[in-house]
């Protein structure tokens, strides 16, 4: 089992290429939030004012634009760990690599065409609706395949 988590097995690579995908997605959220905070010169706390030349800053937790972000994080703070783990998971089952592959890729372009259209160019539901639910499918199917696979424990 223990060769199935190396370079040489294109399905741990593919796991590990799309999660840092993934992961440097939610990395930039924390960039858009804070350049949303600077555009709108919202912040969260009164010492962070000291970042706005020529003052008119203002201490709110309550901005749209910056709170959409937020929410975008939240999101993907609530969802993307468990596709990790649940990829992992699937990783040791030995899948079959274009089935594997193609799972990964559509659950990351979904969780990055979530953020666009929550966060960066708000679209209107439900396109961000179908964007969460074919993640969500994607990782059901994932943990599912696994649990066949690792039932008889």
């Known amino acids: 089992m223990a060769d199935l988590l190396t370079k040489d097995n294109p399905v741990f690579s593919g796991y590990v290429f799309w999660s840092l995908i993934l992961m440097l997605?939610?990395?930039c959220?924390?960039?858009l939030t804070v350049r949303q905070r600077?555009?709108?010169k919202v912040f969260i706390s009164p010492e962070d004012l000291f970042f706005v030349?020529?003052?008119g800053g203002e201490v709110r937790n309550d901005d749209d634009d910056v709170e959409r972000v937020r929410r975008a994080h939240r999101n993907d703070?609530?969802?993307?760990p468990l596709f990790l783990v649940a990829g992992l998971?699937?990783?040791?089952?030995d899948p079959s690599p274009d089935v594997a592959l193609n799972l990964f890729r559509v659950y990351a372009v979904a969780r990055i065409l979530h953020t666009l259209v929550y966060a960066v160019y708000p679209v209107r539901q439900p396109v961000r609706a179908i964007l969460f639910?074919?993640?969500l499918i994607v990782t059901l199917v994932i943990v599912?395949?696994?649990l066949v696979t690792f039932h008889h424990v």
């Not at 703070?77 to 993307?80: A, F, G, K, Q, S």
């Not at 998971?89 to 089952?93: A, E, Q, S």
């Open 89 to 93: 998971f699937y990783v040791l089952t």
């Open 133 to 135: 639910f074919v993640g």
């Open 25 to 27: 997605k939610m990395l």
């Open 38 to 40: 600077f555009r709108k």
């Open 144 to 146: 599912l395949l696994s």
């Open 77 to 80: 703070l609530e969802n993307i």
């Open 29 to 31: 959220l924390y960039f």
């Open 53 to 55: 030349r020529g003052g």
